[in-house]
T-cell receptor, first 113, second 114 residues
């Protein structure tokens, strides 16, 4: 079993839809949870970062972490064609070994105008 | 633009050859990380350097090595290349090591081994 599982999609939605992206993980030592966005032929860029459990909102984006279920989500409201990209969840440990990011394989999202 | 630069953008080479990928971190960042992204494995951590010293190793093959120079730029050396080494190689940098801090990714080097 991989440490981080992510449905690769692809996911295709109409403009304005609410998008839900999810990851599950097996390592209970993960404390930091991130969502990266990667446009085609570009490097990943950080969208959201959450420490431990809870919700975090930033504009149209909401990140949720449920450590009891080892499940994290990213919601995109009022999705736009410019949101079309691959979304990668990433996690790291706390303490001295938390530099290494463990990524899901990514979900390819297409938002159709 | 993340501020992390990588050269070259594309590299095409043959099996058995050796290549060097270069990364310049953001100004002020002391940590450099190397990742490999392939279709079947996704984005995987290879190795981290902090201020010139190796700090952590991930799934890095023995044929691969890296170093960070006094000016903080880093090089990833890949030798005895195989077809399966074809992938995107990303460098990321962050301010420090030992606690969470955002990693900024470069644009990547696309390696094709023929």
């Amino acid at each position: 079993q991989k440490e981080v599982e992510q449905d690769p999609g692809p996911l295709s939605v109409p403009e304005g839809a609410i998008v839900s992206l999810n990851c599950t993980y097996s390592n209970s030592a993960f404390q930091y949870f991130m969502w990266y966005r990667q446009y085609s032929r570009k490097g990943p860029e950080l969208l959201m970062y959450t420490y431990s459990s809870g919700n975090k909102e930033d504009g149209r984006f909401t990140a949720q972490v449920d450590k009891s279920s080892k499940y994290i989500s990213l919601f995109i409201r009022d999705s736009q064609p410019s949101d079309s990209a691959t979304y990668l969840c990433a996690m790291s440990h706390s303490g001295g070994s938390n530099y290494k990011l463990t990524f899901g394989k990514g979900t390819l999202l297409t938002v159709n105008p | 633009d993340s501020g992390v630069t990588q050269t070259p953008k594309h590299l095409i080479t043959a099996t058995g050859q050796r290549v060097t990928l270069r990364c310049s971190p953001r100004s002020g960042d002391l940590s450099v990380y190397w990742y490999q992204q392939s279709l079947d494995q996704g984005l995987q951590f290879l190795i981290q350097y902090y201020n010139g010293e190796e700090r952590a190793k991930g799934n890095i093959l023995e044929r691969f090595s890296a170093q960070q120079f006094p000016d903080l730029h880093s090089e990833l050396n890949l030798s005895s290349l195989e077809l399966g080494d074809s992938a995107l190689y990303f460098c990321a940098s962050s301010v420090a090591s030992g606690y969470y801090n955002e990693q900024f990714f470069g644009p990547g080097t696309r390696l094709t081994v023929l």
